[in-house]
């Protein structure tokens, strides 16, 4: 079936640098989204794309339009807040007129001082 | 009001005893998801409800039961809980089957003891 391999598995980070989180798709995807993990467990959307990108403050994310097959979450000037886990989740193509979002495995972020 | 609310927020259950669970959405979307994640692992899906139409992932078919009695609010049953149940229950929304972000709640913790 459709896999979605994100990476790093883990980062850490020092406060006020940059980074980005990858996730690459084995096949064509329709659309992605991003979530982090908060504290309790619950999964915090951070962003929906279709294709293009998106930016929200510190955060930027990009879709590849062309072939669809790979997503990146950009973080600038990485603050301590921003630890934690990050996970992304793309919606294949499906032969039906479901489809399911495929996670990642998730990114494990720590931003240190 | 784009929001997904799920109670309780947390559940303390038996070994062997059921559990209810229940999510709503005002938003009038035609789809609803429960998922369980665990920690260190990546979101699973269990089952979705398009409409009044069930589909529940070949895997977990026999240990999920859910019911949908009304657009806004979903359930999830679980009949005799054991302790392979522990986990975080998310509950999303979208507002249809495909190419259509999904909302998450808050999610449930559920501890079975």
């Known amino acids: 079936g459709d896999q979605v391999e994100q990476s790093p598995s883990a980062l850490s980070l020092h406060e006020g640098t940059d980074s980005a989180l990858r996730c690459n798709f084995t096949t064509t995807m329709r659309s992605v989204q991003w979530f982090r993990q908060n504290s309790r467990g619950s999964l915090i959307s951070l962003f929906y794309l279709a294709s293009g990108t998106k930016e929200n403050g510190r955060l930027k994310s990009a879709f590849d339009s062309k072939e669809r097959r790979y997503s990146t979450l950009h973080i600038r000037d990485a603050q301590l807040e921003d630890s934690g886990t990050y996970f992304c989740?793309?919606?294949?193509?499906?032969?039906?007129?479901?489809?399911?979002?495929?996670f990642g495995q998730g990114t494990s972020l720590s931003v240190v001082p | 009001d784009t929001t997904v609310k799920q109670n309780p927020r947390y559940k303390l259950a038996r070994v062997g005893k059921p559990v209810n669970l229940i999510c709503s959405q005002t938003?009038?979307?035609?789809?609803m998801y429960w998922y369980q994640k665990k920690p260190n692992q990546a979101p699973k899906l269990l089952l979705f409800?398009?409409?009044?139409?069930?589909?529940r992932e070949a895997d977990t078919f026999e240990k999920f039961q859910s019911s949908r009695p009304n657009n806004s609010f979903c359930s999830l049953y679980i009949g005799s809980a054991g302790l392979e149940y522990s986990a975080m229950y998310l509950c999303?929304?979208?507002?249809?089957?495909?190419?259509?972000?999904?909302?998450f709640g808050p999610g449930t913790r559920l501890t079975v003891l």
């Open positions: 999303a929304s979208s507002r249809q089957a495909n190419y259509a972000e999904q909302f």
């Open positions: 989740a793309a919606e294949g193509i499906a032969s039906s007129s479901f489809s399911k979002l495929v």
């Open positions: 409800y398009y409409d009044k139409i069930l589909n």
């Open positions: 938003m009038n979307h035609d789809t």
